[in-house]
């Protein structure tokens, strides 16, 4: 890795451990969006002699997690935001935060690195028709289950 972006990963750093500390029952989830928006707007990071000021990606967040079901439901965000949702005992979360230098704005464009099946299946999947894809389906469900994976884990 290039060390000229360590401040960009002490800036999430940072957040991510903000995020965590504000974290809690009852905690509002639009608030701990704003701590952690706050503390990663705190830090620059100096690329060829220019100084940027780290941002937020506005449309990634962290998430609730339950057992087999990666992304249960409720966001917390990186931004402050107006969810008033509260996390609640019992719930366990992934505070994740990602800091960029651009615009704070993720843009799906490109080859997809990741897939992941949703935890509900929808009737028109349980019933394919294709062999192969059965057989796909089958595969993804025995090694990976709702989990996220890559092609290339498939192609192994």
Not at 56 to 85: F, Q, T, W
Not at 144 to 150: H, K, Y
Request: aromatic content about 8%; hydrophobic content about 35%; proline content about 4%.
């Amino acid at each position: 890795f290039n060390p000229v972006f360590d401040p960009l990963k002490a800036a999430a750093k940072a957040a991510t451990e903000e995020g965590i500390k504000q974290a809690g029952p009852d905690a509002r989830l639009g608030e701990i969006g704003g701590w952690i928006q706050e503390v990663m707007e705190s830090h620059e990071v100096e690329i060829e002699k220019k100084i940027y000021t780290v941002k937020c990606i506005e449309n990634l967040s962290g998430h609730s997690i339950e057992p087999y079901k990666i992304h249960a439901g409720k966001s917390v965000p990186l931004i402050r935001g107006r969810e008033m949702d509260k996390m609640e005992e019992g719930e366990v979360y992934a505070v994740e935060t990602f800091g960029s230098t651009g615009k704070g704005h993720v843009v799906e464009d490109g080859e997809c690195s990741h897939y992941m099946r949703s935890f509900e299946i929808p009737d028109s999947v349980r019933h394919l028709r294709h062999p192969n894809a059965k057989q796909l389906l089958g595969f993804i469900n025995k090694h990976f289950g709702s989990l996220a994976f890559s092609r290339k884990w498939l192609d192994q």
